[in-house]
């Protein structure tokens, strides 16, 4: 999976949170989260990183990892993810 938006940029209060400078995400990181929760995917999990915002989803017994890069010299986020479902 790979998104790329344009439109989640940084918010107020981020910058106390960045583990680098210019790093953004927070807001996408917010409305992935709400998003997710309305069509039954669990995220227990999310944190900041230094290339952007980590969050683990829960989809039926499916763990997801979604990771949202952040390009401080980009106008833009990638989002990428990987599943794993457990044995």
């Given at each position: ?63 997801i990892g979604l990771c949202i890069l952040s390009d ?16």
């Amino acid at each position: 999976m790979l998104i790329e938006a344009k439109n989640f940029f940084a918010v107020e209060g981020q910058s106390e949170e960045l583990v680098n400078e210019g790093m953004v995400g927070k807001a996408l990181r917010s409305y992935l989260h709400e998003m997710l929760s309305l069509v039954d995917i669990h995220v227990p999990f999310f944190c900041i990183e230094d290339w952007g915002w980590w969050l683990l989803a829960e989809w039926n017994g499916t763990l997801i990892g979604l990771c949202i890069l952040s390009d401080p010299d980009a106008d833009i986020l990638t989002v990428t993810g990987h599943a794993h479902h457990p044995f």
